[in-house]
């Protein structure tokens, strides 16, 4: 069913600029409601109706600078306390096994603790492009806590990622090499001459940067060599250089050489074309559809790396793209766990519902964050979509959509309520503003009109192309 929607046919087009397109502006000069929708729900989780309103008065570039513009580098959600002191690792074999097993539940406590954090901000965050950045970096450049296994370094990773998710992926790059929980994921921590360990320098040149068939395994040896001596501080958990340990000798790398150090290898990698081709592909695949036109990719690279790697740059030129607003893009993206469960909690209003109870159901849908199931991260696309994760979405809509009754306790701390939610709208045909509000394209089965409110909007939250946008 999805994969057929994900190919929707010309007559279904027709339709939704039938039902979309027409007077949906907002004045003169303003994107409309329809185009509003689109550059939100594939720049942020869920837009809701006062921001969709906002953005439909502006125009398509207007609505993509303040987008860029807006964007922050901090989290406005308090960390959870324990995020400031980072606690030295202790062996296990210094431990008593029940301080072994206490020193695991506290990690495991700390671990929800973190993913509930994050996803709070994801649900309210000022400009969630912000946190939509982060976590694309974040299944960019993987790290998982069970391997890492300091909540402290995932923290602080995040903050890293948080920082530069829309400034220069430049000096992301060389920053990330050198993050302690990075070091730690792919063994740069015990990187040394004596014994060099490829893991980093494979994974940076065929995941981070250039892209599988555009390095040798030469080049891979050789990058090894130089990454050594990159490690972290026992006690302080900062990343240090232990001169001891680096290869100091020559090295050739993708047809250069010299006496190169990390640094200098990731120089190499900036300077060719196919990292910024490689990035920008990803992008494509984030923001536009799972296709990539590489004559655009390919013009879009080189403004890239014009404007120095300005990740915001990349952003205009792609947001700014005829392919990202044409009709055959929308509507051809898989929700992921992340987009549905913080998408619906937006969409519905749900103030009062338990991050916990959030945090378990994306992980049971498939993206448990801060531990991704390898160091490619999450596939994406229609491997969201399996028929258990289909089945399970479907609970969740009705569990979570469940209207509230007066005088009576909330069930499960649900906090729906279909009257206040539809005055939102300020329209006497609220049903046509809730399926804007809601779809990306028309549903397949359009809610009868002698439902009641409640089961209209389930209605059309549990209609196949509410899992699209």
Known sequence: MIVNLCNQTMIQRLLFFCLFGYNA??????????DAWHLLARTGFGPTWPEIREFAALSRTEGIDRLLTASRVQAVTPPPAWVAVYPPPVALRDLSPQEQQRRQQVKREQGRELRVWWLTEMRNAPTPLTEHMTLFWHNHFTSALPKVSSPVLMY??????RHHALR???????????????????????NRKRQPNENFAREVMELFTLGEGHYREADVKD????FTGWSLDRETGEFCFRPAWHDGGTKTILGQT??????????????????AAHVVRKLWREFISLQPDEAEVKRIAEEFRKQRYEIRAALRCLLNSPAFWASAHRGVLVKSPLDFVIGLQRQLDLKTLEQNQVVQRAAQLGQNVFAPPNVKGWPGGEAWLDSRALLLRRQIVQQWSMARRPRKPLAQNLDFAIKPWIR?????????????????????????????PIEIVQALLLDPVYQLK
């Open 25 to 34: 502006t907002v004045g003169a000069a303003g994107m409309g409601l329809a």
């Open 156 to 161: 602080r990773q995040n903050v890293l990622l």
């Open 168 to 190: 220069r992926f430049d000096v992301l790059l060389h920053e990330i090499a050198k993050d302690p929980a990075m070091l730690i994921y792919l063994d740069g921590a015990v």
């Open 223 to 226: 990058a090894a060599r130089a």
């Open 258 to 275: 010299g006496r190169f150090d990390g640094d200098a290898v990731l120089d190499i990698l900036l300077a060719q074309p196919e990292t």
């Open 424 to 452: 939102q709208f300020e329209s006497a045909d609220w049903r046509e503003a809730a399926q804007r509000l809601l779809l990306p394209l028309p549903p397949l089965r359009q809610p009868a009109a002698i439902l009641s």
